[in-house]
DNA sequence: GTGACAATCTGTAACGTTTCAGTATATAGC
DNA sequence: GCTATATACTGAAACGTTACAGATTGTCAC
């Protein structure tokens, strides 16, 4: 051992965390040698990258992310970007299980950038890009031509959304088939007699609202049943105007008769204020909601329920933001989950 | 300008995002002069100071994080720790925002440290440790004698519980005060009447568990109210068994006729129960409930609630955390949350 | 024995930051 | 005019990693 490896020794043997110098240390190798058996690389002989692998699992080396990110510029960090006002609750907690069920076997780490409704939703966006904080992103409220999709197309970072956009351009998604959502739910209310439906929609700005609308217009005149406009709310607004607004259509001569509802909170302001203007669920009124925990069954038993899995978004998201990282094409990348059937409440069996 | 001095123009004069490099040359500066004028050091004079501030702003300078976290270990990272079956779904998304709102204009991140059942809780925390990706973290689900938080006492690394321990360590913690909100429950109760209560707890292993049976027995006998027991199912079981023991207990002879919940989620199971068994609320029975939405008077006006706000917690054990890590002292970043009033259902008003 | 070539390994530099150990200049003391 | 000291600045080194450009073998053809 010469004086040059001998003082390699002394820094590689101190006690803190492994580093690829500690490796070539132990290992008699360069560290050039060490990086590269352990990925694989092919110049490498197979005896020594056996070795070498064996020699890090046994200390338990892990790659010190900060070199690697300044080196390489690979963050390895996934960004979830929510709004901090109008995300559903339940979104929030079962797609960040969702992402993090995927990128667990992964060296992925999943950082949350909240943004807030007095924010450009395209700023939060801007920061991870500029400052490179993350080599893929997820967003949701998705809208048909939307700033921060294409911002992304134009710098070329991974991303994908939940919904899907309408400009043309084609990235990564994950989407619930919301048209056939609204379908299902008119013919299910057609079918139990309804025949004047209310529609309480996402709002707007959002890509799903639109495929809502098309999927409840496109079953009224199948079945014959009729639109009552209810689009002075959508489920954005709060649970005393939906159930305000609610109670004044139900108090009209004309009222509907059955509901749709495109989420399950707006759904217990809905039932409220059929409520609150006298009216009995199942009797004088229908309505089909979309859930994503089974809820809503407890809530009211005649409630009718078509559920959406956020944590399967979630999951498949993720690995949509993984492929494309990857290299594979964005085109194949985009999923739509098809709704289950309207469920009736079934009483459990009994002890 | 000499020939070294015309080689650092090159290349600080790419059109990449701006570094300390850039920085000194647009000043005319060293690197080293630049990166402690950006943190007000004393031996930089005070125009110079204020001219490479100045400069920094102006083209939009942000530190590299990864350069950063290479040289001094510090990685601006607060990691939260959550469990992926059990945590309460309203606590993952407020716990987030309210971190996220305190964090907002610091340079700090949020990473979502998953684990799950099959997992030790240790592991994650031992992850984070190990490979130093966190400045600070955030734990649920404490315990009296809890192991993370012995395990990051040990390594010195900052955190925040929510939740007490009771290890005679200290360390910074928010928590509610589950005690009172148990206590105010049973006087609430036998203020109505009630004589004959069960509590639907949290898990025996989580410290909040004592503090509520703690509350709970104290006020029975302040009262002189009894207590019918129900320690077969806790909050953490599924709503399906909640339910079914609920109307199981409600079928027999001495059946309580007061009910006190430590979770929304679980009310629901509990009243789903109570109604099986032909029983009506507020009549036969009336149930005092924890939420952290305000949900459940839309449920059944009939209930009782006392609300838990997880966006303060959030907010507040990050502050805790950043405090920690700012050199306080961990025995002055502890807070309790007092419960508010027990609170009826007020008919809102009418249009 | 020589040259060519493949196989395997290695040192150096660089990513952007901060720290250490200076250097240069001005000011003051005497 | 000299040293001492404070002020304001600077270059080099290091954190851990990977890419580049070699360096050292051994094998084979002829």
Request: charge should be negative; glycine fraction near 10%; aromatic fraction near 0%.
């Given at each position: 051992m010469n004086r040059h490896q001998k003082e390699k020794a002394d820094e590689a043997s101190g006690q803190g965390r492994p580093t690829l110098k500690t490796l070539a240390f132990m290992t008699g190798l360069g560290v050039t040698t060490v990086s590269r058996a352990l990925k694989d690389a092919p110049e490498i002989g197979a005896e020594t990258r056996r070795r070498v692998q064996l020699v890090a699992k046994q200390i338990g080396y892990r790659p010190n992310r900060a070199g690697v990110r300044l080196r390489?510029?690979?963050?390895n960090v996934i960004s979830l970007v929510l709004n901090t006002e109008h995300e559903i609750m339940s979104f929030v907690s079962d797609i960040i299980y969702g992402v993090s069920e995927v990128i667990a076997d992964t060296p992925y780490h999943l950082i949350v950038t909240p943004y807030s409704?007095?924010?450009?939703?395209?700023d939060p966006i801007r920061y991870l890009v500029e400052t490179g904080s993350a080599d893929g992103v997820i967003i949701s409220r998705t809208q048909p031509n939307d700033p921060r999709a294409r911002y992304m197309l134009e710098r070329g970072i991974p991303f994908a959304t939940h919904g899907r956009t309408d400009m043309g351009l084609i990235h990564p998604y994950h989407d619930f088939d919301n048209y056939a959502f609204a379908a299902e739910a008119v013919r299910h209310l057609a079918g139990l007699g309804r025949r004047r439906l209310a529609l309480l929609a996402p709002p707007v700005e959002l890509t799903y609202h639109g495929h809502t609308l098309a999927g409840f217009a496109d079953a009224l005149s199948e079945v014959g049943a009729s639109e009552i406009p209810f689009?002075?709310?959508?489920?954005?607004?709060s649970i005393e105007q939906i159930r305000m607004r609610t109670a004044q259509l139900m108090r009209r001569?004309?009222?509907?008769?059955g509901f749709i509802s495109s989420a399950a909170a707006a759904t217990l302001a809905i039932v409220a204020g059929i409520e609150d203007a006298g009216l009995k669920l199942g009797r004088d009124v229908d309505v089909v909601s979309k859930q994503s925990s089974e809820l809503l069954h407890l809530f009211r038993s005649e409630l009718l329920v078509v559920n959406e899995n956020f944590r399967l978004a979630g999951a498949e998201l993720a690995r949509s933001v993984l492929g494309w990282i990857g290299?594979?094409?964005?085109?194949?990348l985009q999923s739509l989950s098809v709704p289950g059937e309207v469920q009736a409440y079934r009483r459990p069996a009994s002890t």
């Open positions: 390489t510029g690979k963050t409704r007095s924010q450009d939703p395209l689009n002075t709310v959508s489920i954005d607004h001569e004309n009222r509907p008769d290299g594979a094409a964005p085109g194949s």
